[in-house]
Every structure is written in structure tokens, then in C-alpha cells.
């Protein structure tokens, strides 16, 4: 049995095309929708002032320190509760509430 052509797309081809796509939007458009507010929000409420957000990563991130329910991963530069400059990470997820982790 041959498949229908949609303007010169398969059935099959259109169905593995968004299967692709959702992939794609499911590991990295999360990611990228996370704010570095939610970072600097995590490190205000442990005390932290003079926050910068040095990088942001999407991609691989449970090799990177963080969980698997992470959709984002913000390296900070700050200043602690006794004035001393410290870098972390901060882990933030869609559905749940941010990590603060040390280097």
C-alpha cells in the first residue's frame, strides 16, 4: 500500500518530522524560556547580593551538575552574608522550584 502525498510529504515523513520537532521543543525550548530572574530570585532568598549571572545552559545539563528536571542551569557570581565574592550554579526547572549548588 502506498502512502498519500501531502504537497510531495509522506504520511510517514510528516509524522517524523513532529515527532522531531516535539523532541526538540521538549529538551530545548524549556530551557530557553527560563528566566535569569529565577536564578537571581534563588540567590536573593539565601542572602547573596551583587548578583551576576555569568552563563546560562540548556543542554546536557544532568552531566553538568544538575538533575534530569532541570531545564536550565545559570552560573552566578556573588557576594555571601560575609562579603565574600563566591560562584555557583543555580538549577531551575519549569514545574519546580530552583537548586543552588557550589562549584
Do not use: H, P
Amino acid at each position: 500500500m502506498r502512502s498519500k502525498m501531502l504537497g510531495g510529504i509522506t504520511a510517514e515523513m510528516m509524522v517524523l518530522l513532529i515527532t522531531i520537532f516535539v523532541i526538540f521543543s521538549w529538551e530545548f525550548g524549556i530551557g530557553i524560556l527560563t528566566s535569569e530572574r529565577t536564578a537571581i530570585r534563588a540567590a536573593e532568598v539565601q542572602g547573596f547580593t551583587n548578583i551576576r549571572i555569568i552563563d546560562k545552559a540548556i543542554v546536557l545539563l544532568s552531566w553538568r551538575g544538575c538533575s534530569s528536571s532541570d531545564a536550565a542551569r545559570f552560573s552566578v557570581e556573588a557576594k555571601n552574608a560575609q562579603g565574600y565574592d563566591v560562584e555557583f550554579y543555580v538549577c531551575t526547572g519549569f514545574w519546580k522550584g530552583s537548586t543552588i549548588r557550589t562549584k
